[in-house]
């Protein structure tokens, strides 16, 4: 079992900046490949960003490539969501998730074990 709580969500002007945390519990968290994604109303829920349990390898999508940073501390158990430049489009819950397979992180979320209650990012123009 991995429990995992988001946090640091909230509203922001497009072009600034907001960190996301995920602290997680329950289960060795170096050894645990962990992913952001977000959720839009009306939309289905997509990949942002992957980190390997090392942090050596992270993943991004296309649309936040070069604005976001994702990052781990496993001396806290936390995995962060650096958002800068921020855009409208970026709006959504961010949710984060753990995926315990061998070989991880995916990109898809079905392939992601445990998920975070989520936090609520919203960007005005």
């Known amino acids: 079992q991995v429990q995992l709580v988001e946090s640091g969500g909230g509203l922001v002007q497009a072009g600034g900046s907001l960190r996301l945390s995920c602290a997680a519990s329950?289960?060795?968290?170096?050894?645990?490949?962990m992913g952001w994604f977000r959720q839009a109303p009306g939309k289905e829920r997509e990949f942002v960003a992957a980190?390997?349990?090392?942090?050596?390898?992270?993943y991004y999508a296309d649309s936040v490539k070069g604005r976001f940073t994702i990052s781990r501390d496993n001396a806290k158990n936390t995995v962060y969501l650096q958002m800068n430049s921020l855009k409208p489009e970026d709006t959504g819950v961010y949710y984060c998730?753990?995926?315990?397979?061998?070989?991880?992180?995916?990109?898809?979320?079905?392939?992601?074990?445990?998920w975070g209650q989520g936090t609520q990012v919203t960007v005005s123009s």
């Open positions: 980190i390997r349990w090392s942090g050596a390898s992270t």
């Open positions: 998730a753990a995926d315990l397979k061998y070989g991880g992180p995916s990109r898809s979320p079905y392939e992601y074990d445990y």
């Open positions: 329950g289960r060795t968290f170096s050894s645990i490949a």
